[in-house]
Protein backbone atom coordinates (compact mmCIF):
# COMPACT_ATOMS: atom_id res chain seq x y z
CA UNK A 1 0.00 0.00 0.00
CA UNK A 2 1.32 2.99 -0.91
CA UNK A 3 -0.03 6.90 -0.40
CA UNK A 4 0.02 10.38 -0.66
CA UNK A 5 -1.08 13.84 1.21
CA UNK A 6 -3.66 15.31 -1.22
CA UNK A 7 -5.02 18.38 0.39
CA UNK A 8 -3.53 21.55 2.36
CA UNK A 9 -5.38 19.85 5.81
CA UNK A 10 -3.39 16.86 4.70
CA UNK A 11 -5.63 14.08 3.95
CA UNK A 12 -4.13 10.84 2.11
CA UNK A 13 -5.16 9.11 -0.93
CA UNK A 14 -3.94 5.46 -0.43
CA UNK A 15 -3.64 3.10 -3.13
CA UNK A 16 -2.46 -0.42 -3.83
CA UNK A 17 0.59 -0.82 -6.56
CA UNK A 18 1.69 -3.44 -8.56
CA UNK A 19 5.42 -3.31 -10.26
CA UNK A 20 5.81 -3.00 -13.96
CA UNK A 21 6.91 -1.30 -16.94
CA UNK A 22 5.15 2.56 -17.69
CA UNK A 23 3.26 3.73 -18.70
CA UNK A 24 1.34 3.26 -15.31
CA UNK A 25 -2.37 1.82 -15.64
CA UNK A 26 -4.35 3.98 -12.85
CA UNK A 27 -7.79 1.95 -12.00
CA UNK A 28 -10.36 3.84 -10.60
CA UNK A 29 -13.76 2.54 -8.46
CA UNK A 30 -16.97 3.70 -8.70
CA UNK A 31 -19.12 5.26 -6.06
CA UNK A 32 -19.41 3.81 -2.48
CA UNK A 33 -16.22 1.15 -4.10
CA UNK A 34 -12.61 0.55 -3.93
CA UNK A 35 -10.15 0.20 -6.39
CA UNK A 36 -8.67 -3.03 -5.04
CA UNK A 37 -11.68 -4.91 -4.86
CA UNK A 38 -13.37 -4.13 -8.27
CA UNK A 39 -9.88 -4.20 -10.32
CA UNK A 40 -7.24 -6.58 -8.69
CA UNK A 41 -8.29 -9.80 -10.55
CA UNK A 42 -7.97 -7.35 -14.14
CA UNK A 43 -5.32 -6.09 -12.42
CA UNK A 44 -3.27 -9.28 -13.14
CA UNK A 45 -5.11 -10.97 -15.62
CA UNK A 46 -2.56 -11.75 -18.10
CA UNK A 47 -3.53 -9.84 -20.65
CA UNK A 48 -2.84 -6.71 -18.98
CA UNK A 49 0.14 -7.86 -16.13
CA UNK A 50 3.59 -6.55 -17.04
CA UNK A 51 2.64 -2.99 -16.57
CA UNK A 52 3.29 -0.32 -13.46
CA UNK A 53 -0.44 -0.51 -11.83
CA UNK A 54 -1.88 1.73 -9.17
CA UNK A 55 -5.41 0.51 -7.70
CA UNK A 56 -6.27 3.68 -5.90
CA UNK A 57 -9.29 4.72 -4.23
CA UNK A 58 -10.77 8.59 -4.23
CA UNK A 59 -10.92 10.70 -1.33
CA UNK A 60 -13.62 9.48 1.25
CA UNK A 61 -13.45 5.97 -0.12
CA UNK A 62 -11.85 2.38 0.82
CA UNK A 63 -8.80 3.09 2.32
CA UNK A 64 -8.06 6.64 1.90
CA UNK A 65 -8.88 9.20 4.40
CA UNK A 66 -12.61 10.25 4.88
CA UNK A 67 -12.50 13.96 5.86
CA UNK A 68 -15.78 15.85 6.38
CA UNK A 69 -14.42 19.10 5.22
CA UNK A 70 -14.17 18.66 1.66
CA UNK A 71 -16.68 18.90 -0.82
CA UNK A 72 -16.46 15.89 -3.02
CA UNK A 73 -17.44 17.82 -6.16
CA UNK A 74 -15.78 15.61 -9.63
CA UNK A 75 -13.49 18.95 -10.39
CA UNK A 76 -12.11 18.39 -6.67
CA UNK A 77 -11.70 14.09 -6.81
CA UNK A 78 -9.99 15.03 -10.20
CA UNK A 79 -7.57 17.41 -8.34
CA UNK A 80 -7.12 15.12 -5.39
CA UNK A 81 -6.45 12.16 -7.75
CA UNK A 82 -3.77 14.67 -9.40
CA UNK A 83 -1.66 15.20 -6.72
CA UNK A 84 -1.48 11.74 -5.95
CA UNK A 85 -0.57 10.60 -9.32
CA UNK A 86 2.40 13.66 -9.53
CA UNK A 87 3.49 12.52 -5.59
CA UNK A 88 4.10 8.58 -7.07
CA UNK A 89 5.64 10.14 -10.17
CA UNK A 90 3.22 9.13 -13.00
CA UNK A 91 2.98 11.07 -15.83
CA UNK A 92 0.80 10.07 -19.24
CA UNK A 93 -0.95 7.00 -17.61
CA UNK A 94 -3.70 5.04 -18.87
CA UNK A 95 -6.68 5.15 -16.87
CA UNK A 96 -9.34 2.27 -16.34
CA UNK A 97 -11.92 4.07 -14.60
CA UNK A 98 -15.79 2.83 -13.95
CA UNK A 99 -18.56 4.33 -13.44
CA UNK A 100 -18.32 7.61 -11.11
CA UNK A 101 -14.27 6.81 -11.36
CA UNK A 102 -14.74 7.27 -15.19
CA UNK A 103 -16.25 10.57 -14.25
CA UNK A 104 -13.59 11.64 -12.68
CA UNK A 105 -10.94 10.31 -15.10
CA UNK A 106 -12.62 12.56 -17.73
CA UNK A 107 -12.38 15.65 -15.74
CA UNK A 108 -8.50 14.74 -14.88
CA UNK A 109 -7.76 14.82 -18.49
CA UNK A 110 -9.16 17.58 -19.39
CA UNK A 111 -7.73 19.85 -16.57
CA UNK A 112 -4.35 18.18 -15.92
CA UNK A 113 -3.50 16.65 -19.49
CA UNK A 114 -0.38 15.38 -18.75
CA UNK A 115 -0.89 13.04 -16.49
CA UNK A 116 -3.34 10.85 -18.77
CA UNK A 117 -2.26 9.27 -22.30
CA UNK A 118 -5.62 7.12 -22.68
CA UNK A 119 -8.98 6.44 -21.45
CA UNK A 120 -11.18 3.22 -20.82
CA UNK A 121 -14.44 4.47 -19.51
CA UNK A 122 -16.32 1.49 -18.19
CA UNK A 123 -20.08 2.38 -18.06
CA UNK A 124 -19.01 5.60 -16.71
CA UNK A 125 -21.69 8.80 -16.26
CA UNK A 126 -20.99 11.10 -18.90
CA UNK A 127 -24.66 13.50 -18.29
CA UNK A 128 -26.35 14.59 -15.37
CA UNK A 129 -29.08 12.50 -14.07
CA UNK A 130 -32.04 13.68 -11.95
CA UNK A 131 -32.12 12.97 -8.24
CA UNK A 132 -34.87 9.84 -7.84
CA UNK A 133 -36.46 9.03 -4.70
CA UNK A 134 -35.77 4.92 -3.70
CA UNK A 135 -33.37 4.45 -6.39
CA UNK A 136 -29.98 2.89 -6.19
CA UNK A 137 -26.72 4.50 -6.56
CA UNK A 138 -25.87 8.35 -6.80
CA UNK A 139 -29.10 9.34 -7.69
CA UNK A 140 -31.06 7.50 -4.88
CA UNK A 141 -28.38 9.36 -2.49
CA UNK A 142 -28.75 12.51 -3.81
CA UNK A 143 -32.46 12.55 -2.89
CA UNK A 144 -31.57 12.85 0.73
CA UNK A 145 -30.46 16.39 2.16
CA UNK A 146 -27.11 15.86 3.57
CA UNK A 147 -28.74 15.88 7.15
CA UNK A 148 -31.54 13.20 6.26
CA UNK A 149 -29.06 11.09 4.57
CA UNK A 150 -26.82 11.26 7.86
CA UNK A 151 -29.49 10.95 10.06
CA UNK A 152 -30.77 7.79 8.75
CA UNK A 153 -31.56 8.16 4.94
CA UNK A 154 -28.13 6.06 4.33
CA UNK A 155 -29.65 3.29 5.97
CA UNK A 156 -32.58 3.07 3.82
CA UNK A 157 -29.71 3.09 1.15
CA UNK A 158 -27.99 -0.15 2.64
CA UNK A 159 -30.99 -1.82 2.29
CA UNK A 160 -31.75 -0.76 -1.07
CA UNK A 161 -28.14 -1.49 -2.79
CA UNK A 162 -27.80 -5.14 -1.15
CA UNK A 163 -24.53 -7.19 0.74
CA UNK A 164 -22.63 -6.90 -2.44
CA UNK A 165 -22.30 -3.14 -2.71
CA UNK A 166 -22.91 -2.53 1.07
CA UNK A 167 -20.21 -4.30 1.77
CA UNK A 168 -17.05 -1.60 -0.04
CA UNK A 169 -20.11 1.18 0.28
CA UNK A 170 -19.87 1.00 4.20
CA UNK A 171 -16.42 2.31 3.99
CA UNK A 172 -17.03 5.60 2.06
CA UNK A 173 -17.30 8.14 4.96
CA UNK A 174 -21.08 9.00 5.08
CA UNK A 175 -20.21 12.74 4.15
CA UNK A 176 -18.46 12.09 1.35
CA UNK A 177 -20.68 9.23 -0.85
CA UNK A 178 -23.25 11.66 0.10
CA UNK A 179 -21.60 14.76 -1.33
CA UNK A 180 -20.00 12.59 -4.48
CA UNK A 181 -23.76 11.25 -5.03
CA UNK A 182 -24.81 14.84 -5.33
CA UNK A 183 -22.11 16.24 -7.50
CA UNK A 184 -22.20 13.15 -10.00
CA UNK A 185 -25.86 13.34 -10.55
CA UNK A 186 -25.19 17.44 -10.95
CA UNK A 187 -22.24 16.67 -13.16
CA UNK A 188 -19.71 19.32 -14.44
CA UNK A 189 -20.36 22.51 -17.08
CA UNK A 190 -19.10 21.67 -19.76
CA UNK A 191 -20.52 18.05 -18.94
CA UNK A 192 -18.69 15.43 -19.15
CA UNK A 193 -19.75 14.39 -22.14
CA UNK A 194 -19.01 17.31 -23.57
CA UNK A 195 -14.90 17.17 -22.27
CA UNK A 196 -14.70 13.81 -23.57
CA UNK A 197 -15.26 14.85 -26.67
CA UNK A 198 -13.19 17.49 -26.74
CA UNK A 199 -10.23 15.63 -25.50
CA UNK A 200 -7.15 14.58 -27.81
CA UNK A 201 -6.39 11.35 -26.37
CA UNK A 202 -6.87 7.56 -27.10
CA UNK A 203 -10.55 6.93 -25.66
CA UNK A 204 -12.78 3.87 -25.43
CA UNK A 205 -16.31 3.24 -23.43
CA UNK A 206 -17.07 -0.26 -22.26
CA UNK A 207 -21.05 -0.89 -21.67
CA UNK A 208 -23.05 -3.73 -21.51
CA UNK A 209 -24.03 -5.21 -24.36
CA UNK A 210 -27.88 -5.47 -22.59
CA UNK A 211 -28.16 -1.96 -22.03
CA UNK A 212 -28.47 -1.42 -25.79
CA UNK A 213 -27.06 1.33 -27.84
CA UNK A 214 -25.28 4.35 -25.60
CA UNK A 215 -27.14 7.20 -26.26
CA UNK A 216 -25.03 9.94 -28.31
CA UNK A 217 -22.91 6.94 -29.45
CA UNK A 218 -22.56 8.13 -33.11
CA UNK A 219 -21.25 11.65 -31.74
CA UNK A 220 -18.89 9.86 -29.74
CA UNK A 221 -17.87 7.55 -32.56
CA UNK A 222 -17.44 10.38 -35.19
CA UNK A 223 -15.03 12.43 -32.09
CA UNK A 224 -12.87 8.95 -31.90
CA UNK A 225 -14.24 7.02 -29.00
CA UNK A 226 -14.63 3.58 -29.14
CA UNK A 227 -17.52 2.65 -27.75
CA UNK A 228 -17.73 -1.37 -26.78
CA UNK A 229 -20.29 -3.49 -26.04
CA UNK A 230 -19.88 -6.03 -23.77
CA UNK A 231 -21.81 -9.76 -23.66
CA UNK A 232 -23.11 -11.44 -20.11
CA UNK A 233 -22.54 -8.61 -17.70
CA UNK A 234 -24.52 -5.66 -15.85
CA UNK A 235 -22.66 -2.13 -15.01
CA UNK A 236 -19.83 -4.16 -12.94
CA UNK A 237 -18.28 -5.25 -16.63
CA UNK A 238 -15.51 -6.03 -14.69
CA UNK A 239 -16.54 -8.52 -12.18
CA UNK A 240 -19.07 -9.75 -14.27
CA UNK A 241 -17.35 -11.37 -17.71
CA UNK A 242 -13.94 -10.69 -16.75
CA UNK A 243 -12.44 -12.06 -19.66
CA UNK A 244 -13.97 -10.28 -21.76
CA UNK A 245 -13.19 -7.09 -19.83
CA UNK A 246 -9.63 -7.88 -20.15
CA UNK A 247 -9.66 -8.28 -23.78
CA UNK A 248 -11.49 -5.26 -24.47
CA UNK A 249 -9.42 -3.35 -22.70
CA UNK A 250 -6.23 -4.20 -23.56
CA UNK A 251 -7.61 -3.96 -27.65
CA UNK A 252 -8.17 -0.08 -26.33
CA UNK A 253 -4.69 0.33 -24.65
CA UNK A 254 -3.49 -1.04 -27.78
CA UNK A 255 -5.35 0.96 -30.59
CA UNK A 256 -3.03 3.53 -32.21
CA UNK A 257 -3.65 7.03 -31.34
CA UNK A 258 -5.42 8.32 -33.60
CA UNK A 259 -8.92 10.59 -33.77
CA UNK A 260 -10.45 13.32 -34.90
CA UNK A 261 -8.63 16.40 -33.32
CA UNK A 262 -10.95 19.00 -32.11
CA UNK A 263 -10.98 22.37 -33.77
Known amino acids: MRNAVVTTEG ?12 PARVYLHGLGATSPAYFAEIASHPLLTGHRSLLIDLLGHGISDR ?6 TLEAHADALANALTAAGVTGAQLI ?12 AARHPHLVSRLVLVDANL ?13 GIANYSEQEFLDGGWQEVRDRVGPHWWSTMRLTGREALHRSAVHLTRGTVPTM ?31 GVAVV ?26 APEHGRQPA
Not at 67 to 72: A, E, Q
Not at 127 to 139: F, T
Open 11 to 22: DRIRWVELPGQE
Open 67 to 72: PTDFDY
Open 97 to 108: AHSMGGSVAIVL
Open 127 to 139: DPIPPRPAAGGSS
Open 193 to 223: RELLLQLRIPRAYLLPEADGPLPGADALAEA
Open 229 to 254: PIPDCGHNIMLDNPEAFARATMAALA
